[in-house]
């Protein structure tokens, strides 16, 4: 038989050669999976502070809060509401790449210097806590750094303090002090 009469019958002998390599060569897309998040402790970093929380300056209730891990615990989600009504959300994620924790915070008031931020992870505290530090731009052109650590205390409280240095972190000066307590089921 004249192979080169039969121009169909040589594609069709081309195409079974390529598959059967291709099924040899190619990994499925199972074994390209990647590890899940869960499999990088770096991402449970912020465990301590999932839940829900009511929110005090002192003795006064200031606000509550929502904490949750999403996108099969790739990212932290929070969602903020103050006693007066207001509200923010945060999203933080981990870029493996750069080894970096980021925050982005949006509130309703986002045209306002504070009402959007950005932040990246500084500090790793020995008890667990995280400290979060980015730089704010005024409409003048000027700027503050801005900075929130994230502390536990116990399993059923967190404290949150944010602080702010207008001289480039010489010296800071308290904004937010408040203790989150666990909402009971």
Known sequence: MDLY???????????????AIASFTVPTLAQNAPPPCSSDSTFSWLDFWLGDWNVYSG??????????????GCAVTEDWTSARGSHGQSLFYYLPATRTWKQVWVTESALLPGGVKEKQLVERQAD??????????????????????LSPISA???????????NEGSTWKTTFDAIYVRKKQ
Do not use: C, M, W
């Open 5 to 19: 009469a039969r121009p169909g019958l040589i594609g069709a002998i081309v195409l079974i050669a390529i598959v």
């Open 156 to 166: 059923d409280s967190v404290r949150q303090l944010i602080e702010i240095s207008t």
């Open 128 to 149: 667990g806590g995280l400290r979060f530090q980015g730089e704010i731009s005024r409409s003048d052109t000027t700027s503050y750094l801005d900075r929130t650590t």
């Open 59 to 72: 003795e006064q209730l200031v606000g509550s809060n929502h904490i949750e891990k999403i996108l099969e």
